[in-house]
């Protein structure tokens, strides 16, 4: 059922965000993940869920998504301070309907200075997906 699925989904997602509370994660827009987030909501206001470390970005739905992923993963490395190895990789965890939901990982060796190197990396690939005109959400 639709309604377990999101509350299955925003459970993995609010453990996600315990664990690595700076993770970064490709959400999907429209009206189908509309319950997941609503008990993401739910579990900030009520089990003190902290979403301000969190980096977020929304494919459109006609993006295509491999090209995608390898664009991100490209792009990381190209960041001064990730690692090579493991190599950043992107992942697909899930679809909302039409829309890819993807999931970057990347590591740092240089954890003095890990919130710098994510908020370069953020801005990295921010500035990456404009310059490909690749449409966000």
């Given at each position: 059922?639709?309604?377990?699925?999101c509350l299955l989904g925003a459970k993995i997602i609010a453990k996600l965000v315990?664990?690595?509370p700076a993770a970064i994660l490709g959400l999907a827009?429209?009206?189908?993940?509309?319950?997941l987030y609503q008990e993401l909501i739910r579990l900030h206001r009520h089990a003190s869920l902290d979403?301000?470390?969190?980096?977020?970005?929304?494919?459109d739905a006609s993006a295509n998504?491999?090209?995608?992923?390898?664009?991100?993963?490209d792009t990381?490395?190209?960041v001064p301070h990730i690692a090579a190895s493991p190599a950043?990789?992107?992942?697909?965890?899930g679809f909302a309907g039409p829309n890819p939901q993807l999931t970057l990982r990347a590591w740092t060796d240089d954890v003095e200075n890990y919130l710098q190197i994510k908020s370069n990396l953020g801005l990295t690939l921010l500035q990456t997906l404009t310059?490909?005109?690749i449409p966000l959400k």
């Open positions: 059922d639709a309604d377990a699925g315990r664990e690595k827009p429209g009206r189908t993940p509309l319950r979403f301000r470390r969190l980096t977020t970005f929304t494919l998504a491999p090209a995608i992923a390898r664009l991100l993963e990381a490395r190209s950043p990789v992107a992942q697909f965890t310059t490909q005109k």
